[in-house]
């Protein structure tokens, strides 16, 4: 078990509560403004000490969102399976993370510094010790640029993966409209990337139940209005992000809600049709919005995480 400031590798962890450390480490990120980011990092050890088969979930949030908006996931789990240990990060700007809010100026930075974790944390046991990396929205996107950029390392870290709604769409019409105005004055690009015209997540779009509706509206490290720099990162890479999933070849958990109008749902369908099909496990929810960790039937998703996980 950890003591309180112990090193693993290159990380110092300080502990903040039983079996919780927390520590950071710089971005790769530039934040106009604010120069070097300090990106926020938590863990949840596992129940039990003496784990021969410990399974490390390394979670990547969406777009607005925090590493707390899967605390209901990781009780859960934590207490089904005692030999599950957690790690989380705020992306750039997110959470807890230093950095412009809602802004990050590459998508690949992002995954830059996944990878600056992944490598910074200590893998106790190549041949027992499973890795897990869970990409949910904007965290899936990442996970899988993660996957194709990185492949040399992935291969040795990550065993399996799950995503989750990640293939997004942003069709409002005033959005569309300043994408144009951009497109045609180019010379204002710079001064429009900063801009944060629209909330793009609203609470019922994301959620169906009204107290967890009220707690995200609430939340006062959900970010309400990325800026238009992300949002067009998002964008650039789903242009070519089916291209990923003929690179994968870690068996894969894809879950993906039906009820979202968030996502664009036959590009997932696309997408997983380019996997190879015996690492292939695919859910689907029909009565569940975009947020599936915080939905009322979230228990559904938990169950089929840890029965896939124990595969």
Not at 5 to 18: M, R
Not at 55 to 84: A, M, T, Y
Not at 109 to 138: C, M, P, R, S
Not at 255 to 273: T, V
Request: with cysteine; proline share 3%.
């Amino acid at each position: 078990m950890h003591t309180e400031n112990e090193s693993d590798y290159y990380l110092t962890w300080k502990k903040v509560a039983d079996r919780t450390f927390v520590s950071h480490f710089t971005s790769s990120c530039l934040s106009p403004g604010y120069g070097q980011s300090q990106i926020y990092v938590k863990k949840f050890e596992s129940r039990n000490d003496n784990s021969q088969n410990e399974k490390v979930i390394f979670i990547l949030h969406d777009l607005c969102q925090h590493h707390g908006r899967f605390i209901q996931l990781i009780e859960w789990l934590q207490n089904s399976d005692p030999n599950i240990s957690v790690c989380c990060l705020d992306f750039v700007g997110h959470g807890l993370s230093s950095g412009t809010r809602g802004h990050y100026e590459k998508l690949e930075g992002l995954a830059d510094d996944v990878i600056a974790l992944l490598t910074q944390y200590k893998k106790k046991n190549f041949q027992t010790e499973q890795w897990i990396l869970l990409g949910h929205g904007l965290g899936g996107i990442v996970a899988l640029d993660l996957m194709s950029r990185y492949q040399h390392l992935t291969d040795s870290l990550i065993d399996k993966l799950i995503i989750s709604n990640f293939t997004m769409q942003f069709t409002s019409s005033l959005l569309n409209i300043e994408k144009q105005l951009i497109e045609e004055t180019s010379f204002l690009f710079p001064l429009t990337s900063h801009l944060r015209p629209l909330k793009i997540f609203k609470g019922n779009d994301l959620l169906s139940n009204s107290v967890e509706i009220m707690k995200l509206e609430l939340d006062p490290l959900v970010v309400q209005r990325p800026t238009l720099k992300s949002i067009r990162e998002i964008q650039k890479k789903m242009s070519s992000i089916y291209l990923d999933s003929y690179y994968l070849d870690r068996p894969i958990l894809l879950l993906k809600s039906q009820n979202d109008p968030l996502i664009y749902e036959s590009g997932i369908e696309y997408f997983a049709r380019g996997l190879k099909k015996n690492i292939l496990n695919e859910k689907k929810y029909s009565n569940m919005k975009h947020d599936l960790y915080n939905e009322v039937e979230r228990e559904v998703v938990f169950n089929d995480i840890l029965n896939w996980i124990n595969l």
